[in-house]
């Protein structure tokens, strides 16, 4: 891994090492003692490079990751990175040697892949450990709170499986005051994690925290991992959850990621000239227009087109036109002092201003994972600080 930006990269991503240190002790001051973290870490680490950050989440100590899918966590072992990890998605029970050679544990809720997964494994000689989902109220995937006794019953049976984990997730943890919902489904998991003790059937590891529920300390549930995605990575899900979690600890998150370009032309046009595809922006004025060698592309959204804003100079500087596949258009006629290669924020800070992915993300009606997630995933990336 690089830790020094190439002169001339036109579009980057540099990561902040300070950052995401701070954001694992925020963390980690919010859970209870005997509880680990396992980092959400699927689509790229959100944007982020999956083999960066993974990199520098083993240098601090970090034991468990939970992922998407197989391949992601095949493609973190071709980079020489091996751990324990939570496979959230579908895993084909025709996988199941894979899983084992990854120590990669599936979540399981539908009996006939299990079946064929303790044969596999049988026949190999060994033991594969799985986490049963419960749909508490999501409506994917799951077995539904009152079928979750018989089903761990069942599998509990087969041999060369281990039911090492019990784990759901919420619909809406992000914004608990304005929702009973999230109650109501951590009541749906407490009923079943009570009835599973009752027969002694409640598996070793119980988990059900992201980001939201890991920053305000929920400890209603028993908790052996917890799985922070967005919060790891310095954006907080919502400004219920950055207040709840600043009244709490005293402590921010910071932002990991800084998406940075360069302007690679400037030309004045006269007033009325008409700026990118589909006529859809006029200039108001004589106008210095700028041209960015980044587009929809690289994952700077097409909706931005006329409204998003990128910081040059420490200033905020208006998109105009159309957002191109690869290029895009800004409006520097206040910036005078600026000029060809120089850099340009996208997401990040410079000096005293910010463009948050939350910020995009409410101009996009969307939510700062898609911003992030949409990120071209071969950007080049470097480490800073």
Request: with cysteine; net charge negative.
């Amino acid at each position: 891994m690089v830790n020094e930006v190439k002169s001339m990269e036109l579009v980057w991503i540099e990561l902040s090492r300070s950052a995401l240190q701070n954001n694992l002790e925020v963390l980690q001051s919010a859970l209870p003692s005997q509880t680990q973290l396992a980092p959400c870490v699927k689509a790229n680490a959100y944007g982020h490079g999956e083999s960066f950050i993974v990199a520098e989440l083993f240098r601090n100590g970090v034991e468990w990751l939970a992922l998407n899918s197989l391949r992601e966590r095949e493609s973190l072992h071709t980079a020489g990175l091996d751990c324990k990890a939570l496979i959230m998605g579908y895993v084909p029970a025709e996988e199941t040697e894979c899983l084992l050679d990854l120590r990669a544990r599936p979540f399981v809720y539908d009996l006939e892949r299990v079946y064929e997964m303790s044969r596999r494994a049988k026949q190999r000689g060994d033991v594969l450990p799985v986490h049963v989902k419960v749909d508490t109220g999501m409506t994917r995937l799951g077995v539904f709170p009152s079928e979750a006794r018989v089903f761990i019953e069942e599998i509990a049976k087969l041999p060369s499986i281990e039911v090492e984990g019990l784990v759901t997730h919420f619909a809406n943890s992000d914004e608990r005051e304005t929702s009973s919902y999230f109650e109501y489904q951590q009541g749906q998991f407490l009923e079943v994690i009570r009835d599973l003790k009752a027969h002694d059937l409640c598996p070793p590891m119980v988990h059900c925290a992201n980001s939201a529920v890991t920053l305000v300390r929920t400890e209603e549930v028993s908790q052996t991992l917890v799985r922070p995605g967005l919060s790891l990575l310095g954006e907080y899900p919502s400004s219920e959850i950055e207040r709840n979690s600043q009244e709490a600890s005293g402590k921010r998150l910071k932002p990991v990621l800084t998406l940075k370009t360069r302007i690679v032309s400037v030309k004045w046009v006269e007033e009325g000239t008409y700026v990118g595809y589909d006529c859809t922006y006029r200039t108001p004025r004589r106008s210095r227009i700028a041209v960015l060698p980044m587009g929809y592309a690289d994952g700077f959204d097409r909706g931005l087109s006329n409204q998003g804003e990128v910081l040059v100079r420490g200033q905020r500087v208006p998109v105009v036109g159309r957002v191109s596949m690869n290029m895009t258009m800004i409006d520097i006629t206040y910036v005078p002092e600026a000029e060809i290669e120089e850099e340009v924020v996208v997401l990040g800070q410079m000096g005293e201003e910010k463009v948050s992915a939350r910020e995009y993300a409410e101009k996009l009606e969307t939510n700062p994972y898609e911003v992030f997630a949409r990120l071209r995933e071969s950007l080049p990336k470097f480490w800073v600080e």
